[in-house]
């Protein structure tokens, strides 16, 4: 066999893996991942101020919980006027269009259904992650020194080095990006008299820097809303505030981002697009990730010059 042969060959196992990896492995061990990642973040931390990492790893837990809690308070606090405006707008719909809509109530319990073991399993693995965090913090250099051992250790550390330094650059370049559109809209929704304005327009500027979803996931549904409620002219004003967002981030995404990742804008939404059908929501993050972890690996299977 020729060294060639013997590339291509080693490729497709390098291919194979990933893809076996991302399919079946990742799903199961995702808590952990999290966690191993979150605690790698705190040693960075750990340098600086010189404190015992398991007392960082309950400080960011405790951290962690406070602000779920006050998220999901909060949520619920801003979204229950909405609601309450919405729901006799829907009563009215319903009654008109009642005959075409009776298949809604078999089709909800059917999302429900579905939904319900999919909540639980992911409440399950938020409490695994915190407490991998703990276990983590405690063994962290034996748990290091025990990777280290592991077949394949140094390419693939290699590849992971050079990929968190794509993400970094990436992430660094969509902060930016989420800061303006956050501004923006935080001016627009203070114009259209939003209650909590800054909330809903961090919220906004989170879900832009998203892959595939935009500013339109909120705009669109909104403004179908103001509608619905016969608010034309509000929902006009929306439709030309989600044009600034969308323009904002047509012209910024080029200078800020350069090559980013590293991938062609149509390469990054075929991985994407790919990642849903093969992994399901979790390929949105694995598809891009993917490539990059082959596209790594296949480099170090190059000849240093």
């Not at 078999?106 to 579905?114: F, N, R, V």
Request: charged content about 10%.
């Amino acid at each position: 066999m020729n060294q060639q042969t013997k590339l291509y060959f080693q490729k497709t196992g390098i291919l194979l893996a990933v893809y076996l990896t991302l399919r079946f492995l990742l799903p199961l061990v995702l808590p952990f991942v999290f966690s191993w990642m979150t605690v790698g973040a705190l040693t960075f931390v750990q340098k600086k101020i010189n404190v015992r990492l398991l007392f960082l790893g309950i400080l960011y837990i405790i951290l962690f919980l406070l602000l779920g809690g006050a998220s999901i308070l909060c949520g619920c606090y801003l979204l229950y006027e909405p609601c309450c405006r919405l729901v006799p707008v829907c009563q009215s719909y319903w009654a008109q269009f009642s005959e075409y809509l009776t298949w809604i109530p078999q089709s909800l319990s059917g999302y429900l259904a579905i939904a319900m073991p999919s909540a639980f399993s992911c409440l399950f693995g938020i409490f695994l992650y915190l407490l991998s965090i703990l276990l983590f913090a405690k063994d962290w250099k034996h748990f290091h020194t025990l990777l280290h051992k592991l077949p394949f250790a140094t390419p693939v550390s290699h590849a992971f080095c050079r990929i968190l330094w794509c993400v970094k650059s990436w992430i660094r370049a969509q902060c930016r990006i989420m800061l303006v559109v956050s501004i923006e809209c935080a001016i627009g929704y203070y114009l259209l008299a939003i209650p909590a304005f800054p909330f809903w327009a961090v919220l906004t500027g989170i879900i832009d820097a998203l892959p595939v979803f935009g500013t339109g996931t909120i705009f669109f549904p909104w403004m179908l809303i103001m509608a619905l409620q016969k608010d034309y002219t509000f929902a006009l004003w929306l439709g030309l505030l989600y044009l600034i967002t969308w323009l904002t981030r047509e012209l910024l995404e080029p200078k800020l981002l350069g090559d980013g990742l590293g991938l062609l804008p149509v390469c990054f939404l075929i991985s994407v697009i790919t990642g849903l059908k093969l992994f399901g929501p979790l390929g949105l993050f694995s598809g891009p990730f993917g490539i990059l972890l082959i596209r790594e690996l296949w480099k170090e299977l190059e000849p240093n010059p």
